[in-house]
């Protein structure tokens, strides 16, 4: 037990704090704080999803955050609709037969996994099969990411456009534990205990055969192929596993916010969310995780103390920690860790 803790690596030690530390914040904190640590506990779930698919797969996606984005949407809509008709849809005169479906909510919640998933992997086949790569492939994810938004704030009747989907907050109130509804500290634990689950599973799969496969065809696909793999078989699978983790992450967001629009599903959002993993360090679960929250609290402080030009200041910071740390404040940690025991042996 000793020897393992010995060699564990340092990312696993601060990933271990930080959940602890998040099992406690509804304790010391009041409930807006721990509504927007839950919001943020979901940003640290798509983080995860994103790390398995750049960081260990190598497959970088400009247009992530249209899975996230799918998730929320499905859920949102349908707890819109638990009280009749959203408001958004009034032109519409009634429920549009494609949403019959989300009037149940656990429907909704499958969809909302299974609809990304599907997604993922309808569009990695395209883009695997066709032997699509760097640039192009690059070029496909944002376009995607485009249009998902386009589509969106275009289709307001359906969707709510650019306003995004209101009523989810009466629709909230018929998810009930014991005949009452959940609370925002339950809800938060839910998103919380997700985190873990989630996070374990990542942990799992890249540590498996097929993670091995994957990290594989990150380093030398040529090789792989010559031994007889099929790479895009292996491509498409993480793909729709990253999509689901996304759209469930999505789902989550949802009742942390009682709010779901474009700006959690578009273009901006995707290029944040690859900040997320470049500041803590891709190809290491500690680091997505520790780099969605450190990000997404340092946004939400310096939108507070500095109003307007906050953008401007996290952006010279988040330049300043790619150019100085260009493996992610995590991965260098992990990296001086690597170094300082090397001496030793030596």
């Known amino acids: 037990m000793k020897d393992r803790l010995k060699k564990a690596t340092i990312d696993k030690y601060l990933a271990i704090i930080v959940i602890i530390a998040l099992a406690f914040v509804p304790f010391v904190a009041n409930l807006y704080s ?10 640290m779930i ?39 008709l959203p408001a958004f849809m009034s032109s519409l005169g009634k429920l549009p037969a494609i949403y019959a479906p989300l009037k149940s909510i656990p429907v909704a919640i499958i969809l909302g996994v299974l609809i990304p998933a599907l997604v993922a992997l309808v569009l990695g086949y395209f ?11 690059n070029v496909i994810t944002l376009a995607f990411a485009g249009l998902f938004e386009l589509f969106i704030t275009t289709n307001q009747s359906y969707t709510g456009g650019s306003s995004g989907v209101n009523g989810i907050a009466s629709g909230l ?22 985190l873990v689950v989630i996070y374990i599973l990542c942990l799992w799969i890249t540590e498996s055969r097929f993670g091995k496969v994957i990290k594989s065809v990150r380093d030398n696909e040529a090789r792989l ?9 292996f491509k498409m699978t993480l793909f729709a596993i990253a999509g689901a983790i996304a759209g469930y992450a999505g789902m989550l967001y949802v009742p942390m ?18 900040v997320w993993l470049a500041v803590g360090g891709r190809g290491n679960l500690s680091g997505a995780m520790i780099g969605a929250l450190f990000v997404s609290f340092l946004q939400s402080k310096l939108s507070s103390s500095f109003g307007e030009i906050w953008q401007l200041v996290l952006g ?22 690597y170094n300082r025991r090397t001496k030793k042996k030596a």
């Open 257 to 274: 916010t009682s709010f779901i629009s474009i700006e959690s599903a578009g273009v901006t959002f995707s290029t944040m969310m690859l």
């Open 127 to 137: 883009i695997f099969t066709s032997k699509i790569k760097g640039v192009f492939y």
């Open 173 to 194: 109130n018929r998810i009930t534990i014991g005949g009452h509804p959940v609370s925002i500290v339950q809800w938060y634990y839910i998103a919380f205990i997700s």
């Open 46 to 84: 798509a983080a995860l999803a994103l790390d398995i698919l750049w960081g260990y797969g190598g497959l970088m996606n400009l247009g992530f955050a249209v899975f996230f984005g799918m998730g929320g949407y499905i859920v949102g809509i349908s707890l819109a609709c638990q009280d009749g």
């Open 34 to 43: 721990t509504q927007i640590l839950g919001k943020f506990i979901t940003y």
């Open 225 to 233: 192929r010559f031994l007889g793999y099929n790479p895009a078989v």
């Open 316 to 337: 010279v910071i988040l330049i300043v920690v790619v150019l100085f740390l260009p493996n992610g404040v995590i991965g260098t940690l992990k990296n001086i860790q």
